[in-house]
């Protein structure tokens, strides 16, 4: 499934990235520790968490992630968006629950 029809089901806001919304989705990794994701998170897959800082992104980007996805209404700090601009990783955000969102998500790839 593309990035795009995610967002759209699901009616994500696009924080950086609208030009990559074409990506193919794989699946989805919930996790707010960044040694957990780089251990067994897997390349297509969209990470749901939220952590805000630009680390974030360099993790995403060493696993080839889909996209980052921040919930409970977490906004991405100045210098994490213009890194994700540099890596091309698309940063997008809802206001759902972790729990909540990876339930739908989980339904929608299926």
Same mark, same amino acid.
């Given at each position: 499934m593309k990035l795009r029809e995610i967002k759209e089901s699901l009616?994500?806001?696009v924080?950086?990235?609208e030009e990559l919304?074409?990506?193919e989705v794989t699946g989805g990794y919930a996790s707010d520790l960044l040694s957990d994701v780089m251990g067994h998170a897997s390349e297509g897959e =969209?990470?749901?968490t %939220?952590?805000?800082h630009k680390n974030v992104v360099g993790v995403a #980007?060493?696993?080839?992630? #889909?996209a980052i996805i921040l919930v409970k209404g977490f906004? !991405?700090?100045?210098?994490? =968006?213009?890194?994700?601009e540099n890596e091309s990783? !698309?940063? %997008?955000g809802t206001d759902m629950q972790t729990f909540e969102f990876c339930g739908i998500l989980y339904n929608l790839l299926k």
């Amino acid at each position: 499934m593309k990035l795009r029809e995610i967002k759209e089901s699901l009616n994500l806001k696009v924080y950086l990235g609208e030009e990559l919304l074409d990506r193919e989705v794989t699946g989805g990794y919930a996790s707010d520790l960044l040694s957990d994701v780089m251990g067994h998170a897997s390349e297509g897959e =969209l990470w749901i968490t %939220l952590q805000t800082h630009k680390n974030v992104v360099g993790v995403a #980007s060493l696993k080839d992630l #889909s996209a980052i996805i921040l919930v409970k209404g977490f906004t !991405p700090e100045k210098d994490t =968006l213009e890194l994700a601009e540099n890596e091309s990783i !698309p940063v %997008l955000g809802t206001d759902m629950q972790t729990f909540e969102f990876c339930g739908i998500l989980y339904n929608l790839l299926k």
